[in-house]
């Protein structure tokens, strides 16, 4: 089945393939068969193609290459050794998935500089990877002039039948098609295994018709496990296709070297074992023992360390022409490469006080926008056809990014909440500066739950502005009124979640969703109106929780509240210190930056003797027993909600002054 | 623009939408724009194609139809009125949208008889009506002979451009085309406008070539405005092809008669006005008043009443020769429909005692729908390609559902977690006694978490085996490690959340999971093995939590542990016994239930007294403060995992006896 000549090239393809092998091996447990399937096409893409230098991973214009079949991750491991990254030395791979290892079980960018975007829940490499193209196309169109292209890359991916079944990758393959986005090649490892089986118990679907409805230039390789020619020939020929989106359908035998586990499931996610492995070198012709690279292959892959010193070098020179004759230009490019925000960026974010008419906050989050966008050039995002619900439009700017005006900053994403999100974290994987932001319904976090997780575990400062935040939606009802999704955002490590509670917490979550730039926020912002608060600020947010009312001496009572049920609690303690009641209001925009602050604020706004505290908020009591514990009590939500009036559901569920009264008397009696 | 010849066909069909604009008027909130659009084709399809019997929206074999653009709800409930069901009076319509109505801003099962499934949250129901369809092909494959034909319907779905952009829908039709499943027909409303606009700012694919890649039969009406005749005739064909799903794409006029607002997005989501409404009814020479509808109009509807009659009579007449023939048959058929359990299905269910051998969670839940399946022919499920680590199949059983072998019960959804998610749900709409499962990892719930509240919200008795369910998945890193997942599923209304602790425990959740057949149960079960524990048992999970280990007289500390750290709390309660402490291990493997249990019960396993309270669990603190309030201590998680064998990773994030030790000494000192 193999034929193995000693070529220079079988040694290189050959060199990836037994190092997957043996990590797998060595570690027990990981993915073998993909490495093996593609290192031909991972071989043929980073030997060509691939404009990379290995000495310095940031360097801004490589092309970026995207494993989106996260679980192969030693074909990318092997790559990065054998190009001569720094990040992946040949102990590193010895130490595959394991303890503090530089080699994870699926790729991840805080781990291992060259990695550029943290893959494993297929569909979500390839989604990422639009974002980085669209990053790419709008600073190219933004930055670049007539004489001198300073951003000029392709986006490279390499998915697999997996990534070619998820909903995910479908939405944003078919927005990528829509946005032309010439610069994006995909080659599909079409190797006709998943974990279950052969692909045809489950996946008959003609993958390339697909693409071609979505607008992409297909191809289709059918010996992607020698034919390297065909394979080169073919990138080459999406490469010359400007106009569209390329995917390349590369036919592999997963496991390809291996005698008896090769185009079967067995090797998909399970290591050879010793036995095989010999059996595979024979098979393979390979005469080295484990980790041990010819140094040919060593030497040739290698050259990649002077090809990509060259390239830098000749970027860098036509950035300094750049900088000359464009210094004003010059200036923004080289400050959003930095990452660093201009001056007096929130200048213009707004301050209410009291006397100043009450808004929605999804409305105040829009005039956030509209103070921001001016002095924010690398603000770019929009919304998943909720524009005009979610009011992520940039006040007095026209347009959206579409394949003619790609400098353009807003985004139209279609009803595809899951790309967006994975979009989203693609363009702040580009890692240049610019800020995403993307709405939707609160509700609808749940369809890209699994990109917001990604989010957060890959430190990206992405802004989701989740409008229309409990019941107070009102008529639409419970398909569209979010009850556990607050909570459920809040249980997630590293996300910041914002409720705010009038003018002021708005502004002020964006200023420290802007200020994140490696945590994402979800701000969750009402449909409904709600008054603005006396004592309320933009610094006030960045303590999460603080005092908002307050009485002398120790409180008998403590109200917590967020967002749109604020005023309920401060309406109640007025009423209760009209009684005589001492009674305390904190709001709570972000429990998260209120578990961050120092014990003795914390015990300054919530006295640990104070035990009758009550929080008042329209979602789930899920979570909040960390602050009112076994002895206080809560007016929340414990079902979904229901179709009526946002008021009327306010009322039939106990968000009403009288109710909160009643509880709070209940409490300090 | 708008021809008005005052025939039947245009009253009626004019019927339709006036009723729309005329409800969202009143309610001053709703979506006219779709039923005014696809008034032509709900009436054609309800006219001329539907089975169903107004009087008994729950007749087995009638057709099903699904209004997967939920928002355009108003034409079904229309439809509904117009033929004749109880549950929509033209009182309901003028209750739109209102506190208590049957007429809910989105169509929900639970509200309205004769509503098939919940929509809303777009790409839901045209992904039910996959599962809806594939239930009847089961069913009908299961039980009817060649001479009768008990189980015979079509599944018919109207969606729109939103559902088409949604991944989901995307998964389940690319599985529904693998299936060749031929009696789902969908009818695609192309009116080219969505919330942000024309369609054209974000997409431009080609759907119909999509559809046909997806091996779909694919029909265009150009128009669906008035051309009734080429509707009908374009369902007769696709009905007519039996080895194939139909798209049939209707090109229509969203808010047609409307003279200034049709075509527009401005009549998508909002009411007319009534000044616009009077420009309408001009236009469509309408000489009717608000919820008005011409006799000529409900007399032809309603004929549906007393053909919907003969057809149920006909079905019942073919199911007592049915009956007669094949008594045992119907015997099993009949059971099913009432959805009773057959006599002992849980007679095999194992128990174990503590000298039997411990397993992972996920190998006792594959022992158990091994014991269930012989006595349970209704369970129905299968994989999201991860039936090898999710073991999910049923053991003795071979096959799968696939084109040739629809009477199968296992399901191999392909790399598609929401559409699996939303399939389970549609075979749960279906409401023919079957209960449907389907494993993913717990972390990838998040993919599916959309439908899995929908399951939750349409109280369907959807079963989740959720494998590898915390760090301890190891190597596969912290993609794939559930840290949040478990809370973030506590927090939703009417799910019950189970984590079992040994083998006893999984068999009890497998118990509950079965018997709760209006609730879903998400099973989090582990990768790695755990002991069996002495004193637990499938009766005691009914109750929630439950005194696992005890002292006597009252105890200095109470332990609460899940899953696979319910033995370390075993184990450091032992060592503290040694030493005189009086320790007490509650075992916690469904939250939910445990809240539903007595005040007395729960006060007698946690006292109130007793405050020093350990939670063991290795997922997100979140949640868990409502047992250990203020006073508790908590061997949890707060942040993601890390890549490394799972043993390592348990030790590394605190998950040794000798940490919970150390803890627990700290609290009670």
Redesign the interface.
Known sequence: MVAAPASLESLCINSIRMLAVDAVNK?N??HPGLPMGCAPMGYTLWDQFLSHNPKNPKWFNRDRFVLSA??GCMLLYALLHLTGYESVKIEDIKQF?????KT???P?TFETPGVEV??????AGISNAVGLAIAEAHLAAKFNKSDSKIVDHFTYVIMG???N???????AC??A??LKLGKLIALYDDNHI???GR?D???????L??Y????WHVQHVPNGNTDVNAIAKAIKAAKETTDKPSIIKITTTIGYGSPNKSDT?GVHGAPLGEEEADLTRQSLNWSYGPFEVPQEAYDHFRKAIDKGAQLENDWNKKLEIYKEKYPQESKEFERALRGELPENWDKDLPTYTSDDKGLATRKHSQICLGALGPNLPELIGG?A?????NYTDIKGETG?F?PETPEKRYL?????E??MAAILNGIAYHDSGLIPYGGTFL??A??M??SM??S??SELGVIYVLTHDSIGV???????QP??TI??L?????MLVFRPGDGNETSGAYKLAIINRNRPSSLCLSRQGMPNQANSSIEKVALGGYILEDCSGTPELIFIGTGSELNLCVEAAKELTKKGKKVRVVSMPCVELFEEQSDSYKEEVLP?NV?KRLVVEAA?T??W??YI???GDSVT????G????GG??ME?FGFTVENVLAKANNLIG
């Open positions: 570690s447990s990981g996260g679980h998935r394991q303890w503090g290892a994870p079980g699926h991840e943290t893959a494993g829940p297929l569909g039948d997996g990534c079944q998820e909903g995910v990758a479908s939405e078919s927005l098609g829509h998943t974990i279950d692909t118990v489950s996946f008959t679907e003609d993958v018709k697909r071609e409805s979505y607008g499931a919304s056809d909720l524009t005009h619900s959206s579409q139209h994403f279609g009803v595809r899951h790309a509700v609808f749940d369809y739950r699994g997780r990604l957060a575990l009102g008529e639409d009802g419970p398909t569209h009850i556990e909570p459920s809040r249980a997630m490590p590293n640990s035990r789930e899920f979570g027993h960390k514990g076994l002895d939500m414990n079902s979904f229901a179709s009526a009036p009327t559901c039939k």
